[in-house]
């Protein structure tokens, strides 16, 4: 597991004089992202979904990127993050067998009610049934396991259609989405304004008036056991 660390982050998100301001799909998307809380992505990098990476690099600040060895470990922390932090994980695989090779963890998410939104690159629309590199049709796969799993078209909605994905992620009853986005969308212009702040839906935070009854009990006991409920 690689971690991007923000020295480097930063380094890279120094944009030069007179250099124009990242405005692709993926920039839109990691800016709608961090609307919700989102302070890292988990990966394997693949090159459908650069543009994810190159917007999360040149945020502001720089959004953390967690490159891992395989799809399904960057769910499987995904889906950690939301439970011990009770904000939405963020996971981006590639298209094809990166998309295929996450399914297992978005299932245990599914089953754990966990919210998690798994961004997945695709092949590029002009191109669709040619046989492009790592073409599949994701969403029918993940509908099953997911809320919701569809496909965005179009880069100047690519912002508005992450957003939606997060809320709907962590609106009762909680659980993971899937959003994948044709090549040219990630990659094309989102337009001049990357979304703006909103108020993101919240997940409900635990109950704590038991809290120091329960500290108080653990401390006298040689062997505790802990049986805490998700709600």
Avoid at 78 to 97: D, I, M, Y
Avoid at 111 to 139: K, T
Avoid at 209 to 216: D, F, I, L
Avoid at 222 to 231: F, K, T
Wanted: some cysteine.
């Amino acid at each position: 597991m690689t971690d991007v660390n923000s020295e480097a982050a930063g380094q890279a998100a120094t944009p030069d004089a007179g250099q124009a301001k990242v405005t692709h799909g993926g920039a839109h998307a990691v800016a709608a992202a961090r609307q919700h809380g989102v302070t890292a992505m988990f990966t394997l990098s693949g090159g459908h979904v650069f543009p994810l990476y190159d917007g999360a690099v040149k945020a502001d600040p720089p959004m953390r990127l967690v490159d891992v060895r395989h799809e399904q470990t960057a769910v499987f922390a995904a889906e950690a993050t939301a439970r011990l932090t009770r904000s939405p994980g963020f996971a981006v695989v590639t298209a094809g067998p990166g998309v295929t090779n996450a399914v297992s963890a978005i299932t245990t998410a599914h089953f754990n009610s966990s919210p998690i939104v798994v961004l997945g690159g695709r092949a590029p629309d002009y191109r669709w049934g040619s046989g492009s590199l790592q073409e599949i049709d994701h969403p029918p796969l993940l509908a099953p396991v997911t809320k919701r799993a569809w496909t965005e078209h179009r880069a100047t909605n690519v912002g508005a259609a992450v957003d939606e994905a997060f809320r709907l992620a962590i609106a009762p009853h909680r659980g993971p989405v899937f959003l994948d986005i044709a090549l040219e969308a990630l990659f094309g212009d989102g337009g001049p304004e990357l979304p703006g702040a909103t108020a993101p839906g919240s997940i409900r935070r635990c109950r704590t008036r038991h809290t120091p009854m329960s500290a108080t009990t653990m401390r006298w006991r040689s062997r505790p056991i802990c049986s805490a409920c998700r709600r």
